[in-house]
């Protein structure tokens, strides 16, 4: 069974930068696709950005395009989403998903790809 912890959040203001961590037991992350999917209060779960096990060029959502990337690290077997130039519409609670599949680019922004998330982070931008 895998386990995904989410660490890293906290309250920052416009402009700040946070880099949300992802750690993996029960399976490495060379063995998993990854992705970052955050929901903020009364809003659905949305795609942030996700990567093949394989690697190759991530997918990110366009709203977060140019300030957000996603990476990880084999070594730690961690999973990261570095977050700059954050906005108060960023503010939302960020999950780390992981699936041992293998799927396709355009799937990587589908929740149902998932079998494996985490609790959940707090993110807070202040105006």
């Known amino acids: 069974q895998v386990q995904l912890v989410e660490s890293g959040g906290g309250l920052v203001q416009t402009g700040d930068s946070l880099r949300l961590s992802c750690a993996a037991s029960?399976?490495?992350?060379?063995?998993?696709?990854l992705a970052w999917f955050r929901q903020a209060p009364g809003k659905d779960r949305e795609f942030v950005a996700g990567i093949k096990k394989s690697g190759g060029i991530p997918r990110t959502a366009d709203s977060v395009k140019g300030r957000f990337t996603v990476s990880r690290d084999r070594d730690k077997n961690t999973g990261y989403l570095q977050m700059n130039s954050l906005k108060p519409e960023d503010t939302a609670v960020y999950y780390c998903a992981a699936t041992a599949g293998s799927p396709i680019t355009s799937s990587l922004s589908n929740r149902a790809t998932y079998e494996y998330w985490g609790q959940g982070t707090q993110v807070t931008v202040s105006s």
């Open positions: 029960g399976r490495t992350f060379s063995t998993l696709a």
